[in-house]
Nanobody, 115 residues
């Protein structure tokens, strides 16, 4: 099993920045893909960015050029640097890990961007 704990959400004005963290524990050696998803009120959960075990990254078109996914293997932590935030980025952000055909989700962290 893989346990994920997010942190770093909060309230920020449009144009501001936040950095989300996702600390992983458990069978982290089995993780194939890690990523960030978000869910806004009344909307489906959507992919924000992913990071494969080989180092490849993928971003949603809506965040390309503004968000950066990264990881610190020594700390077993994944990050999402969010710059130039927009009100439409407001959502609960979830960390996700795919491993051995299963998936784990964190509890989510709220990001609110005021106009």
């Amino acid at each position: 099993q893989v346990r994920l704990v997010e942190s770093g959400g909060g309230l920020v004005q449009a144009g501001g920045s936040l950095r989300l963290s996702c600390a992983a524990s458990g069978s982290i050696f089995s993780i194939n893909i890690m990523g960030w998803y978000r869910q806004a009120p009344g909307k489906q959960r959507e992919l924000v960015a992913t990071f494969t075990s080989s180092g490849n990254t993928n971003y949603a078109d809506s965040v390309k050029g503004r968000f950066t996914i990264s990881r610190d293997n020594a700390k077993n932590t994944m990050y999402l640097q969010m710059n130039s935030l927009k009100p439409e980025d407001t959502a609960v952000y979830y960390c996700n890990a795919i491993f051995l055909g299963s998936a784990s989700w964190g509890q989510g962290t709220q990001v609110t961007v005021s106009s």
